[in-house]
């Protein structure tokens, strides 16, 4: 754990969260198996913190963080919430109803601005959506200048509310979605592949965005993401998820400069890196993710680790601390001298 969040509460605290999605057949629709989407995943969040959760596609991390945000119901698990008023609760185990004014607390940006945002309503009316709805402020004016203080907020102009999505390029439509999220002070937004959809001459300008809304407003954000450059120049600390599971779990720099699991040292090494004075290893990463409707038996990664021995197939690795706040699922990690990114100063003195 970084010393600047050490002495921050935890926000979030995630505990054995399964999330598994039942295959039916047959004429009567019988169960005949689980996609075990999100399996015994746990984590936790301080405030004021970016987690990031990385891993190929299909590896359960949209899954979960939906899970968090209860917009699907989790198999098993607990959801450790620390709410405004400084009391724990449990989201898992919360009806619709309870959880409704949580709701305020939590915001999700989604990948796709343009999907995300309602072509027929204009921007007063998207970004004003949750203030008339949650926080049923009816007051029209009232309304126009919370909408035009947001739109502030993420560099936009207030005059613009009167416009529609369409007049909008791909990073202005992912700033009315922050706009929309940031409406009702959330404290806990999970961002799923915010800047995946924008232009790369963009994508550093929402970033840079997201992060200066985080130091004024003491945000905490999970951050889902397969690019990894992205994560890590925003991500304080990284999960890597594997077949629903977390193969890895450190600060940003240990995951890339020293891992320890077989998967991340293949992920890291294929991050394209913009720094001509570093540079990785490539690890080649071989055949394909395995379904989570049939993983393989032990490790899940050792149809693909070139590492594996024969324990490897039979055993399951349990996620350890090897050091401190870095946690490993690997029967090898200790004996493993993994390649990671290469800092200037390293390549310098090799
Ligand atoms: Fe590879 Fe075995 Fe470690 Fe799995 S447990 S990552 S197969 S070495």
């Not at 989407?37 to 970016?50: L, N, P, Q």
């Not at 917009?71 to 724990?88: H, K, M, S, W, Y």
């Not at 909008?168 to 404290?187: D, H, K, Y």
């Not at 350890?320 to 699922?329: F, G, K, N, Q």
């Amino acid at each position: 754990m970084s010393d600047k969040f050490s002495n921050k509460p935890y926000l979030l605290e995630v505990r054995h969260l399964k999330k598994y999605f039942p295959i039916r057949a047959g004429f009567f629709r019988r169960i005949v198996g689980q996609v075990r989407a999100v399996d015994d995943v746990s984590f936790a969040i301080r405030e004021g913190e970016t987690l990031g959760l990385v891993g190929e596609s299909g590896c359960g991390k949209t899954t979960t963080a939906r899970t968090i945000l209860r917009a699907i119901d989790p198999t098993e698990g607990q959801i450790l919430f620390r709410t405004a008023q400084n009391e724990v609760v449990d989201l898992a185990a919360l009806s619709e109803k309870e959880i409704r004014p949580l709701r305020r607390d939590m915001q999700m940006i989604f990948q796709d601005p343009f999907a995300s945002l309602n072509p027929r309503m204009n921007i007063l009316d998207i970004v004003g959506e949750p203030l008339l709805v949650i926080e049923k402020m009816k007051d029209r004016k009232q309304r126009m200048e919370r909408v035009a203080e947001l739109l502030e907020l993420v560099g936009l102009r207030p005059e613009y509310m009167q416009r529609f999505p369409h007049a909008f390029s791909g990073g202005q439509r992912q700033r009315i979605v922050i706009a929309r999220a940031l409406a009702l002070n959330p404290r806990l937004v999970v961002a799923d592949e915010p800047v995946s959809a924008l232009d790369v001459s963009v994508q550093a300008q929402v970033l840079n965005l997201m992060k200066d809304l985080q130091e004024k407003l003491g945000l905490t954000y999970l951050f889902v993401a397969h690019d990894l450059s992205v994560v890590k120049h925003f991500c304080d600390r990284i999960n890597v998820m594997y077949v629903g599971k977390i193969v890895e779990s450190g600060p940003t720099d240990a995951i890339f400069f020293h891992p320890r699991h077989p998967y991340t040292s293949a992920l890291m090494s294929a991050a394209p890196i913009a720094n001509p004075r570093i540079r990785a290893k490539i690890v080649p990463l071989e055949g394909d993710v395995p379904s989570p409707a049939n993983p393989p038996s032990g490790c899940y990664f050792h149809p693909r680790c070139p590492y594996a021995e024969e324990k490897c197939a039979k055993e399951t690795p349990q996620l350890e601390e090897i050091a401190p706040d870095h946690l490993v699922r690997c029967h090898y990690a200790h004996e493993l001298t993994l390649q990671g990114v290469a800092k200037p100063q390293e390549i310098i003195a090799s």
